[in-house]
């Protein structure tokens, strides 16, 4: 993967999920599982969010960009460095548009909730898969088509909607909180009903979730 692809798919600024955490906050030490090239966790860093922020990352290249913007990066899977890692000091876990990628969300949800501490608090985006360009197609045309990235990425292993999100969630022992969601501001104006449309409109799911 050359720089500007890393640029374009690992360095992308997150102000949909800063916004989403900022008002549950702050928070100390942060791990950021999948941290890409650590753009997420600068922003938490930049606004206070968060005290201290580590990650772990899969890929090389974007690894080492998150060297220069992070405490700690663990390189390797989420299953290669869970042994390395200090579960215990850590307030907050992160997945960001992680969980679709993984073959076995369950087995790593459950995983985080055996080894974080309780009162260790987990933030979880993942694609809507019920969005209008995904369900529409799918209901009357039947096409379910994949793409280079979005919410159809091809690399996607698993799709979820809030309701299986949260039901997942759940089954692996986490206490689920917040909801929230990311959709396109044209959506959210007084005189568009947001609430109705946002199931079908929304690109993300957003939850924080705690080890009680």
Same mark, same amino acid.
């Given at each position: 993967?050359?720089?500007?692809?890393?640029?374009?798919?690992?360095?992308?600024?997150?102000?949909?999920?800063?916004?989403?955490?900022?008002?549950?906050?702050?928070?100390?030490?942060?791990?950021?599982?999948?941290?890409?090239?650590?753009?997420?966790?600068?922003?938490?860093?930049?606004?206070?969010?968060?005290?201290?922020?580590?990650?772990?990352?899969?890929?090389?290249?974007?690894?080492?960009?998150?060297?220069?913007? /992070?405490?700690?990066?663990?390189? #390797? &899977? @989420?299953?290669?460095?869970?042994?390395?890692?200090? *579960?215990?000091?850590?307030? =907050?876990?992160?997945?960001?548009?992680?969980?679709?990628?993984?073959?076995?969300?369950?087995?790593?949800?459950?995983?985080?909730?055996?080894?974080?501490?309780?009162?260790?608090?987990?933030?979880?985006?993942?694609?809507?898969?019920?969005?209008?360009?995904?369900?529409?197609?799918?209901?009357?045309?039947?096409?379910?088509?994949?793409?280079?990235?979005?919410?159809?990425?091809?690399?996607? /292993?698993?799709?979820?909607?809030? #309701? &299986? @999100?949260?039901?997942?969630?759940?089954?692996?022992? *986490?206490?689920?909180?917040? =909801?929230?969601?990311?959709?396109?501001?044209?959506?959210?104006?007084?005189?568009?009903?947001?609430?109705?449309?946002?199931?079908?409109?929304?690109?993300?799911?957003?939850?924080?979730?705690?080890?009680?």
């Amino acid at each position: 993967m050359n720089s500007s692809e890393i640029a374009d798919y690992f360095a992308a600024e997150r102000p949909e999920l800063l916004a989403f955490l900022r008002p549950h906050g702050p928070f100390g030490t942060t791990l950021d599982i999948g941290c890409a090239a650590g753009m997420l966790g600068a922003g938490l860093l930049r606004e206070g969010i968060v005290g201290a922020c580590d990650g772990v990352e899969l890929n090389f290249e974007a690894a080492r960009h998150a060297e220069s913007r /992070l405490r700690r990066v663990w390189m #390797g &899977s @989420l299953e290669s460095a869970a042994a390395e890692i200090p *579960w215990q000091h850590y307030d =907050l876990l992160i997945l960001a548009d992680v969980l679709e990628h993984l073959a076995d969300p369950w087995s790593a949800l459950r995983l985080l909730h055996a080894r974080s501490a309780p009162g260790c608090r987990l933030l979880l985006s993942v694609p809507n898969v019920r969005h209008y360009k995904v369900s529409l197609p799918l209901l009357f045309r039947g096409e379910f088509r994949y793409e280079d990235d979005g919410i159809m990425d091809r690399t996607h /292993l698993h799709f979820f909607t809030r #309701g &299986s @999100l949260v039901e997942t969630v759940r089954a692996c022992g *986490w206490t689920v909180g917040t =909801l929230g969601s990311h959709m396109k501001g044209r959506y959210r104006r007084w005189y568009m009903p947001t609430r109705l449309l946002e199931p079908f409109v929304a690109v993300q799911t957003m939850l924080l979730a705690e080890k009680l």
